[in-house]
Structure formats: structure tokens, C-alpha cells
């Protein structure tokens, strides 16, 4: 299931990019329709990565019941973060034929910034799940969300052209 859902995510990313890079002249139309997509296939990303925190996470009903309303809450906040990026992906491929060096750094610095956004973002969310599952269960499923996060990143990544100097 991890490869199903990676292979989504990369494939969402990959075509947004690869779509807008060879697209010349953008109309609104086209641009709606790939935003459309985008979103599509988003919400398909994150049905699947719930259902392998599922699987994973061996929780009591009890804890499920407290612990699903909080989840749903992290991933419409964490989602945020995810626009910010898949925003920073479209402008590196709106302008990757013309990049310019002020570009590149611009890009780079908002990316850093996008993943220490991330990281900060789930300290934070630590004590919220921590008040519904124990710590013990709270660094599992920490860890679980990383790790799809890091095969997600991974996936993306080989997907995406390295600057040209």
C-alpha cells in the first residue's frame, strides 16, 4: 500500500509539474482544471495514508474515537503546509527553462523554510494527540506520518529536474 500511495503523490506532483513546465501560455480554464485534479488527486492521497495510520496504529475504540477527530484536524492544518509547497513546485516549474539565480534562492530559502514549517508544526502537535492516545502511541504514529512523509518526499524528488546552472 505505501508504493500505491507514493506512486499517487508522486504522480499528482509529477504531473502538476511537468504539466504547467510545458504549458507556454496558461489559459484560467487550464488552470482550473489541473488545480481541480491536483485537489482530486490530493484527497485520494490522504484517504490512503488515513488508512495506513489505520493499519498501523492498533488502536482501542476508545482511543480511535478520540483519536480520528484529532487526526482529521492535523491533516486539514498539515494540508496547508502541503499547498504551500505544491506552490513553490508549480513556480519552479513555471520558470525552470528561465530560472534565475535570485529565483533559485528565493525557491531554496522557501522551501527550507517550508520543512522547518513542517517539523515545527508537529512538535506542536505532539500534546494534542498526547491528550487522546498515549506517548507511547502519539511518537508511533509521529513516526508512521514521518516515514509516509519521507517515501512521499523521496518519490517526489526523483521526479523533479535538479537546477541547471
Known amino acids: 500500500m505505501i508504493k500505491k500511495l507514493s506512486a499517487l503523490f508522486c504522480a499528482l506532483l509529477a ?7 510545458q504549458q507556454s501560455q496558461n489559459t484560467a480554464t487550464t488552470q482550473q482544471v489541473l ?12 484517504s490512503q495514508r488515513k488508512q495506513l495510520v489505520a493499519v498501523n496504529m492498533s488502536l482501542t475504540d476508545t ?9 482529521d484536524r492535523y491533516v486539514a492544518d498539515m494540508s496547508k503546509l502541503g499547498d504551500v509547497r ?4 508549480k513556480e519552479y516549474a513555471q520558470n525552470y527553462d528561465t ?24 512538535i506542536q502537535w505532539i500534546p494534542e494527540f498526547q491528550k487522546v492516545i498515549s506517548a507511547k502511541k502519539t511518537a508511533m504514529f509521529m513516526q508512521i ?17 535538479l537546477v541547471q546552472p
Open 15 to 21: 504531473f502538476s509539474a511537468i504539466g504547467i513546465a
Open 35 to 46: 488545480d481541480d485534479t491536483i485537489k482530486l488527486m490530493r484527497q485520494d492521497i490522504q
Open 63 to 71: 482511543e480511535a474515537t478520540k483519536f480520528w477527530p484529532v487526526y
Open 86 to 89: 505544491l506552490g513553490l513546485i
Open 99 to 122: 530560472l534565475t539565480d535570485s529565483q533559485a534562492e528565493s525557491l531554496l530559502k522557501r522551501s527550507l523554510a517550508n520543512d522547518d514549517a513542517v517539523t515545527k508544526f508537529r
Open 145 to 161: 506520518d514521518r516515514r509516509i512523509g519521507l517515501l512521499l518526499d523521496l518519490q517526489l524528488s526523483a521526479n523533479i529536474p
